[in-house]
């Protein structure tokens, strides 16, 4: 099955990429990569920061049942702390990809980033049988013009 972007051109020498399977919730990355989609990556990282330190909040937009409006004029918003934690290691991580590859690091934007569904996997135990939270994350960054 092929893989498509959401961005048109795609060329491995102008663009840096990484992907990860990692231990958080699908809903929660879904509106974390819709907040920091199309941001420069300091400013992402900035809003990712102030996320992990709880004074901003992340909207809501998709999946918004039973969830509080908070302060601000986003409507519904929460707190993800742990995906936001985890996302940022990986914005640094592409961030790294970038440097290596020769591109500017203070002109990056990302151009994709998406959130699919991992494999499922079981808690361990013989109780009550819970799946495991798993979230495949890409993040594709290129250089401003």
Request: glycine share 4%; with cysteine; aromatic share 8%.
């Amino acid at each position: 099955m092929a893989y498509h972007y959401s961005i048109v051109e795609y060329s491995k020498e102008n663009n840096a990429r990484a992907f990860s399977l990692l231990p958080i919730s699908l809903k929660t990355s879904v509106e974390i990569c819709n907040f920091i989609r199309n941001k420069k990556v300091p400013k992402a990282k900035k809003l990712l920061e102030d996320v992990v330190a709880m004074k901003i909040a992340v909207p809501y937009k998709r999946y918004v049942h039973d969830i509080p409006h908070r302060r601000g004029h986003i409507g519904p918003g929460r707190f993800p702390i742990k995906a936001s934690d985890y996302i940022l290691k990986l914005l640094s991580s592409v961030e790294a990809n970038a440097q290596s590859k020769g591109l500017n690091t203070a002109n990056l934007i990302i151009k994709h980033i998406s959130a699919k569904r991992g494999g499922t996997s079981w808690h361990y135990g013989r109780k009550r049988s819970r799946k495991m939270k798993r979230c495949y994350i890409e993040i594709v960054l290129s250089e401003a013009k």
